[in-house]
């Protein structure tokens, strides 16, 4: 399974929106709502941010939403702050009941 | 509030197999998927396979010649063992808690990690 395409690199001034790319196929993004995205901050564990396309779990500012359009799914940071800068992944769930990752997207606040 | 800790050695010779411990603590490890994820050094993240409470398995196609996960449900506790090490095994291993069924939906997602354990395969 080949991993789901993000940009290396997006940045933003805070106050700024930003939108984080995650782009599969068929077999992944595209055929199911099961699309996550993650944040890592450094040398920490991911954290759940968006699941299942566009649901936020407790706790997550409501600034973070997600979506998907065919085989790509976006993840949109609104009011971008300082703190928002880290890394951010997707993940997808697969036709072969597996989950792929996506390369991973350094976000940086400026 | 469900908690996961790795547990193992962190330094694996070359061609020998690495075995880590993750240990579910604050919930039951029934009625859920697990998963482990690994991270090398300055790359993102790669999942390696996952268990459900009844033991049946999945692994990520690039490892699973290598790769077996196990589950102990009488400690809590899933394992994964990975044969035949190199360097290129070198990562941070991570364990998190996958999908689950509740009131006849399942839930596609991994919303609980533990904080990581990093394995050196070196001589």
């Known amino acids: 399974q080949s991993a789901l395409t993000q940009p290396a690199s997006v940045s933003g001034s805070p106050g700024q929106s930003i939108t984080i790319s995650c782009t599969g196929t068929?077999?992944?993004?595209?055929?199911?709502?099961?699309v996550s995205w993650y944040q890592q901050h450094p040398g920490k564990a991911p954290k759940l941010m968006i699941y299942?396309?566009?649901n936020r779990p407790s706790g997550v500012s409501n600034r973070f939403s997600g979506s998907k359009s065919g085989n790509t799914a976006s993840l949109t940071i609104s009011g971008l702050q300082a703190e928002d800068e880290a890394d951010y992944y997707c993940?997808?769930?697969?036709?072969?009941?597996?989950?792929?990752f996506g390369g991973g997207t350094k976000l940086t606040v400026l | 509030q469900v908690q996961l800790q790795e547990s193992g050695p962190g330094l694996v010779k070359p061609s020998e197999t690495l075995s880590l411990t993750c240990t579910v603590s604050?919930?039951?490890?029934?009625?859920?998927?697990w998963s482990w994820i690994r991270q090398p050094p300055g790359k993102g993240l790669e999942w390696i396979g996952y268990?459900?409470?009844?033991?049946?398995?999945n692994y990520n196609p690039s490892l699973k010649s290598r790769v077996t996960i196990s589950v102990d449900t009488s400690k809590n506790q899933f394992s994964l063992k990975l044969s035949s090490v190199t360097a290129a095994d070198t990562a941070v291993y991570y364990c998190?808690?996958?999908?689950?069924?509740?009131?006849?939906?399942?839930?596609?997602?991994?919303?609980?990690w533990g904080k990581g354990t990093t394995v050196t395969v070196s001589s």
């Open positions: 604050g919930g039951s490890i029934s009625s859920y998927y």
């Open positions: 998190a808690r996958d999908r689950r069924v509740a009131a006849g939906t399942w839930y596609y997602y991994m919303d609980v």
């Open positions: 268990i459900y409470y009844s033991g049946s398995t």
């Open positions: 299942e396309v566009s």
């Open positions: 068929s077999s992944d993004v595209g055929g199911y709502n099961y």
């Open positions: 993940s997808s769930y697969t036709s072969s009941s597996t989950w792929v």
